[in-house]
C-alpha cells in the first residue's frame, strides 16, 4: 500500500482504483492536463492522484502569509488538546454541513473536524462555507497527514488570483452562485425549470443545494472526478456538473410521481443513488457537453447577482423570503394574465430580478393608445416586461433588459441596443419562450476580447453613443453583444424604438414590430431570437401592458 492510505479505509474505497492505470503525469501544458483530468488519467490511481493533486495545489497562486504543515503543528495541541475531536462544535460558517466520511478511517473521520476548526481559527474572514468539509473529507484521502491535508486546504482557501474563483467563503458569494445556478438552469435545463417551478414553492431553495449535491450528496469516485477537473479548471467545473446531475434528474424521474414530498430531498436521494443510474464518466461527457457561456460572462452574471443582494442588504445568512411567490394573488391585476401565468413568466426572469416584485407602470387601457406616453411611463425602469392581448385572444410578449431611455443615444436614428438577456415569448394558444439564438447556438458567435468588468455603458447600443453620465456603479452587463464577435448584427437585434414604433428582435424579419398608436402591430420570425410568429403575422392590439420589477 501506498504513503497515502493512512486516513482510508480500503474496504470502503474502490480496489480499482488502487493501483491501476498510469504511474506517473509528465505533462505541463495546460490544454493536455485539462484533457488528462476529464478522461479520468490519475483516476485509477490512488498515490498518482495524491502527487498530482500535492502539484496542481501547490501551484495555486496564494497570500503571502498562507498556513502551512507548521502552522497546524504548532496550533492543533492549543486548540483542540486531549479532547475528543467527535464532541468538538464545528464553527458556525459550515452552517451545519453534510460532513461526509467518504471511504475515510476513523482516524481519517475525526481528522476532518480538528482541520475545520484549525482552519477557522487562521482564517476569521470566512463567515460561510458550507463546501469545506466536503473539500476536507476527500483530500485526507490524499494527504500523508493531517498538516498537509491543512496546508492543501488552505492554499486553495487563500487563492489571489481574481480570475480563479475556488470555494466560497461568504455568504453573499454563496448566495449569488445559487442565484447564477438558478439563471443557468432557466437557459440550459428548461425542462427540468419547468419542473421544478411546478413541483416546488420556492424554486431558488431548490437551487440553492446546488453545492450540497457536489459537496455532501454525491458519492466519493465521483466527487473526486470532478474535483480532478475542478483543480485544473476551476469553478465552472462545479456548474456545470451540477447542471448535468439536474438534467438526469429530470430524465430518469420524469412522469414519476414524486417519492417523498419535496422535490429537494428527491433530488438528494438521487444524487446519493446516482450510482444505479449514471457513472461518473456519463456524469462528466453530460456536464461538458453543455455549451455553457465563457468564464467571463458568468463571472459578470454573478457579479451582478451578488450587487442585487448587496441592494436588498442580504449580505449574511438570514430566513430566505419566499421568492417563487413574488407575484401575490391579492394585490396582483392584469386584464392579460392570470397570476399562474404571470407566475410562470417569473420563473424565466433573470434570478437578481425574480426577488421582485411587478409593478404595474403603463396600460393602454388606463393611459391610452399612445407611444409618447408608453415611453414616458416605461423610462426609467430598468428591466420591464411587455405583454401584449391580441383582439383575437392571442397572448405574447418580451422581457426587455434595458431601460427604453437609451432609444435616444442613437439620436433620430432608429438603433437597436439591449443585451442577450432579452427574450420574446406567447403564452396563448400555447407557451413558448424564445431566447437569444446565441444561447442554443454558441457556434455562431466566437467570445469576443476580455469584457472589462468595471464601469461601462449599461447596454450594447449598435450605434454609437456617450457612456451614461455615472457609470460608476454600473456593471459592463452580461450578455452584452459586444462581448461577443457576431459575424453580422443581425444576431444581436434586441429592442429599438423611436416616435413612430417599437421593434423587437430583428434581422430578416422583426419577433414585435408595434405602430405608434399602439394599435396595429406584426410579427416574423428574426434571426436574434430564432423565433416563429409569436401571435397571428399581423394582428390588432385590444391590451398592451408594460410591467417593472418593485424591490
Request: aromatic share 10%; glycine share 4%; charged share 25%.
Amino acid at each position: 500500500m501506498d504513503e497515502y492510505n493512512r486516513f482510508v479505509d480500503w474496504d470502503k474505497m474502490d480496489v480499482t482504483v488502487q493501483s491501476q492505470g498510469a504511474k506517473e503525469l509528465t505533462c505541463t501544458e495546460f490544454q493536455e492536463l485539462k484533457q488528462l483530468a476529464r478522461q479520468g488519467y490519475w483516476a485509477k490511481n490512488h498515490s498518482l492522484r495524491a502527487k498530482v493533486y500535492h502539484r496542481l495545489i501547490s501551484n495555486i497562486p496564494c497570500r503571502t502569509v498562507t498556513p502551512d504543515a507548521n502552522v497546524y503543528r504548532d496550533i492543533i495541541v492549543k486548540i483542540v488538546g486531549k479532547r475528543n475531536s467527535s464532541s468538538l462544535p464545528l464553527p458556525e460558517f459550515v452552517d451545519n454541513s453534510l460532513v461526509p466520511t467518504y471511504c475515510l478511517n476513523a482516524e481519517g473521520i475525526g481528522a476532518v473536524r480538528k482541520i475545520i476548526l484549525c482552519i477557522a481559527n487562521q482564517f476569521p474572514d470566512i463567515s460561510f462555507c458550507p463546501a469545506l468539509p466536503s473539500v476536507i473529507a476527500l483530500l485526507l484521502h490524499y494527504s500523508r497527514d493531517e498538516a498537509e491535508c491543512f496546508e492543501q486546504v488552505c492554499r486553495i482557501l487563500a487563492c489571489n488570483d481574481p480570475s480563479k474563483r475556488l470555494i466560497d467563503q461568504t455568504f453573499l458569494a454563496f448566495e449569488s452562485s445559487c442565484m447564477t445556478f438558478g439563471d443557468l438552469v432557466n437557459k440550459y435545463c428548461q425542462a427540468a425549470h419547468k419542473l421544478m417551478v411546478a413541483v416546488s414553492e420556492d424554486v431558488l431553495e431548490v437551487y440553492s443545494d446546488w453545492q450540497r449535491w457536489l459537496f455532501g450528496e454525491l458519492p466519493m469516485v465521483y466527487i473526486a472526478r470532478v474535483f480532478d477537473v475542478f483543480l485544473v479548471e476551476g469553478y465552472k467545473v462545479l456548474y456545470r456538473v451540477a447542471l448535468a446531475l439536474l438534467k438526469f434528474f429530470h430524465k430518469v424521474r420524469a412522469g414519476q410521481p414524486m417519492e417523498s414530498d419535496s422535490i429537494q430531498q428527491d433530488i438528494r436521494a438521487f444524487v446519493r443513488d446516482i450510482a444505479k443510474s449514471v457513472s461518473p464518466e456519463r456524469l462528466l461527457e453530460k456536464a461538458f457537453a453543455i455549451r455553457l457561456f465563457s468564464r467571463k460572462e458568468i463571472q459578470l452574471l454573478q457579479m451582478a447577482n451578488e450587487k442585487a443582494l448587496q441592494q436588498k442588504g442580504i449580505t449574511v445568512k438570514q430566513k430566505r423570503q419566499n421568492v417563487h411567490l413574488a407575484v401575490h394573488a391579492e394585490n396582483f391585476k392584469s386584464e392579460i394574465v392570470s397570476v399562474k401565468e404571470m407566475r410562470d413568466i417569473w420563473s424565466w426572469i433573470p434570478e437578481r430580478f425574480a426577488l421582485c416584485q411587478p409593478l404595474l407602470l403603463f396600460t393602454t387601457l388606463e393611459h391610452g393608445c399612445s407611444l409618447s406616453r408608453f415611453y414616458s411611463h416605461s423610462e426609467g425602469h430598468e428591466p420591464t416586461l411587455l405583454l401584449i392581448k391580441t383582439t383575437a385572444k392571442e397572448v405574447c410578449g418580451a422581457y426587455l433588459s434595458t431601460d427604453w431611455s437609451e432609444r435616444r443615444r442613437g439620436g433620430n436614428k432608429l438603433s437597436f441596443f439591449g443585451t442577450g438577456e432579452c427574450f420574446v415569448f406567447r403564452l396563448q394558444p400555447e407557451v413558448e419562450r424564445y431566447e437569444w439564438v446565441i444561447i442554443k447556438h454558441p457556434e455562431l458567435a466566437a467570445t469576443g476580447s476580455e469584457p472589462e468588468i468595471h464601469a461601462s455603458p449599461a447596454s450594447s447600443t449598435l450605434s454609437s453613443g456617450s457612456v451614461p453620465s455615472d457609470p460608476s456603479d454600473r456593471l459592463s452587463p452580461f450578455l452584452s453583444a459586444r462581448h461577443f464577435n457576431l459575424p453580422s448584427k443581425t444576431a444581436s437585434m434586441f429592442m429599438a424604438g423611436s416616435s413612430e414604433c417599437i421593434i423587437i428582435g430583428g434581422g430578416d424579419g422583426q419577433a414585435l414590430y408595434l405602430d405608434a398608436d399602439l394599435n396595429h402591430g406584426r410579427t416574423s420570425h428574426c434571426n436574434t431570437f430564432n423565433n416563429q410568429p409569436l401571435c397571428s403575422e399581423s394582428f390588432q392590439i385590444s391590451v398592451l401592458e408594460v410591467w417593472g420589477f418593485r424591490d
